[in-house]
RNA sequence: GCACCCAUAGCUCAGCUGGAUAGAGCGUCGCCCUCCGAAGGCGAAGGCCUCAGGUUCGAAUCCUGAUGGGUGCGCCA
């Protein structure tokens, strides 16, 4: 149930009445014609800029349109009123009855009121997190982490069929790089005094694995050389690192439905496949690239290379897909990648990625284009930094000094609940500023805790109501009389719920999950605001003397509840019953 | 030098993809606790939406350019 697609509806169907009788001529197209709520309530429930969208093509005045409108539309039993507004807007008020059946129809389809079905079943692969499995996950990562699955669920109950995936970089030179590390550690729990050179790792997090690989190969590979241990270690600390990934991304409650390994296009000819795919149209070529003008690199020599023509399809730029030495570069993997889940079938495509990658966007998107001949679109979302703050003191953190930030530090001291909605406040390509501080406060200016507490706060009154014999089942709420809730406080709290279900479309179209948790902040404010106007005006508490009365005001409160918690699952978060 | 992202109240940020008089929280100022939860509530002040052009019935939103900030730029992933 969606009250302005209806009301959309009712629009359309006044212009076909008024092309049918010759008023509007016939062939307009009617696809810019909007129905949604003013920005200011004094405009009334819903504002339609039909008349001017169509007063051109159809070569009259605007609001000559919308009088024509007004009068059709004015005849509707759901519609009060009708009337003509500035340079040709209709503004429309609707019948009480209308928003008062809203919390029946919550209560009716419970978390599943506002869910879509503008998806239509289309596949959709979400790519997000895939860090390197180096060593544990970092605020950044987090961040990627809470907007990816916050996305993901977003566009489930949309209605599209999601799968949520993980792009593991166990393929390239940074593994090696953690094997030396590992050997060394391993070393170190022989009693062996070693040395961190450049370019190894000395994160104390692999003191342990170290000690397991011990444990393991025993003193098989003391004093070995490379070409015998670096393979077996090399997956072993791979695997090793994934574990502790997996375990840091249960923590935040984020599940993957599959992890896709870098390694495994290796060797088995699904490389060299994609590159096949791309030269058979015509996009693979030798050449040799310009230097990039204003910056050209001290040891600049032109080379010829194998390239990827990736300029046909928006790059600026042809990209290298081929080392000098024959080798691929990181760039051919994310190639197969793609075209791996190309052929998987998926209408679209979306991958989170640092904003740091940022320079990578286009050759990403041309790769795409290009494999899927432009059938598959892919959007990709760039993740701003997270500034971390302790008492308003900017934190800092230092991958050398040892001081970075793990996803874990953070989910243990505010708990996972806080994390993800605090980092769901914000636009993804906004920078956030995470404070530990006010993420734990319980104030009006902490978002997470006014939407737990609006939450709280109908539960505790439905607990008070069943003490007083009040029957507050979602059985009995939905069969209240709603025709009750006629103040102006009521009926806008459930105008407010009755944006719940466009609100959902138009997140999942912009793929904006923080609008979600912003709107949740704005239900929760209006409910408290009703919560208020109860100290003055006692016929608006929730609790009235008259059990059925009673029903009838949870029945609004519960259905906003319901929402709140629909809502805050979409997030990631859990709803407290309780908050004392 | 080039590409991408960003610029909205003193501060932190929303702004429903082009709609009407641009919003919220914090901070400031003034009121308010006998009241279902005062870890709060009501109200006020506060704006050249960075600047300059353009598109149109209409621009914070779209286009061009400028300024300021961030990120990145051929055998590192």
């Known amino acids: 149930m969606n009250l302005f ?122 790519e997000y997190v895939s860090a390197n499995p180096t060593g544990p996950l970092h605020v950044g990562h987090t961040r990627g982490a809470v907007f990816g699955d916050a996305l993901a669920s977003l566009l489930d109950f949309a209605g599209y069929e999601v799968t949520r995936e993980y792009y593991i970089n166990d393929g390239g030179a940074q593994v090696d790089v953690l094997a030396r590390s590992v050997y060394l550690r391993y070393l170190e729990a022989h009693g062996q005094a070693v040395e961190f050179a450049d370019g190894t790792y000395p994160g104390e997090y692999l003191i342990a694995v170290g000690e397991k690989l011990k444990e393991r190969v025993g003193d098989r590979f003391l004093n070995t050389g490379e070409q015998v241990w670096l393979e077996e270690v090399r997956d072993f600390a791979t695997a090793e690192m994934m574990d502790l990934i997996r375990e840091d991304l249960a923590m935040l409650g984020v599940r993957m439905d599959r992890f896709f390994s870098e390694k495994s296009l290796y060797g088995t000819g699904r490389i060299e496949a994609a590159i096949e795919s791309l030269k058979d149209k015509g996009l693979i070529y030798r050449g040799v690239l310009e230097p990039p003008k204003g910056k050209t690199p001290e040891d600049w020599e032109p080379r010829e290379q194998t390239l990827f023509k990736s300029t046909e399809h928006g790059d600026d730029v042809d990209r290298p897909i081929m080392k000098s030495d024959g080798a691929w570069t990181y760039f051919s993997p994310d190639i197969a990648y793609h075209y791996d889940k190309v052929q998987r079938g998926y209408d679209q495509l979306i991958d989170v990625f640092g904003a740091d990658h940022g320079g990578y966007v286009k050759r990403m998107k041309a790769a795409v284009s290009a494999l899927s001949d432009g059938q598959t679109p892919l959007d990709v979302k760039l993740i701003q930094l997270v500034k971390l703050f302790k008492n308003g003191e900017p934190f800092k953190m230092s991958k050398r000094a040892g001081t970075f930030v793990t996803l874990r530090d953070v989910v243990e001291e505010v708990g996972p609940d806080v994390t993800r909605f605090v980092m769901l406040t914000r636009k993804n390509d906004a920078p956030l500023d995470f404070d530990f501080d006010k993420a734990i406060e319980q104030s009006r200016d902490n978002p997470v805790f006014y939407v737990q507490y609006a939450h709280a706060r109908v539960c505790s009154v439905m607990r008070k109501a069943a003490q007083a014999g009040v029957d507050v089942s979602d059985a009995a709420l939905s069969a209240a009389d709603l025709s009750v809730l006629s103040h102006e406080a009521e009926l806008g709290l459930m105008k407010k719920l009755a944006e719940w279900p466009r609100l959902i479309e138009i997140a999942a179209k912009g793929h904006e999950p923080h609008k979600v948790a912003i709107w949740l902040n704005e239900l929760a404010s209006d409910l408290h605001g009703l919560w208020n106007r109860g100290h003055d005006d006692p016929t608006l508490r929730f609790l009235q003397d008259d059990p059925a009365t009673s029903q009838s005001k949870i029945a609004l409160a519960r259905a906003v509840a319901v929402v709140i918690s629909a809502g805050l699952g979409i997030l990631g978060v859990t709803p407290m019953e309780e908050m004392r």
Do not use: C, Y
Not at 7 to 16: F, K, Q
Not at 25 to 35: C, D, M, R, S
Not at 37 to 51: I, Q, S, V
């Open 5 to 126: 697609t209806d009301i959309r509806a009712l629009v359309l169907s006044a212009i076909g009445a008024l092309q049918a009788e010759g008023t509007l001529p016939e062939g307009l197209n009617t696809a810019p014609v909007t129905v949604e709520p003013p920005r200011d309530p004094l405009h009334g429930d819903m504002a339609t800029n039909a008349a001017m969208v169509l007063a051109k093509p159809a070569r009259l005045k605007p609001r000559d349109i919308a009088e024509a409108l007004a009068t059709r539309i004015a005849s509707d039993p759901r519609v009060s009123s009708a009337e003509v507004a500035g340079p040709g807007f209709l503004n429309l008020r609707l019948a009480p009855s209308l928003w008062q059946a809203l919390p029946r129809a919550v209560l009716d389809r419970g978390a599943d009121f506002g869910r879509s079905g503008m998806g239509q079943g289309a596949k959709v692969n979400v």
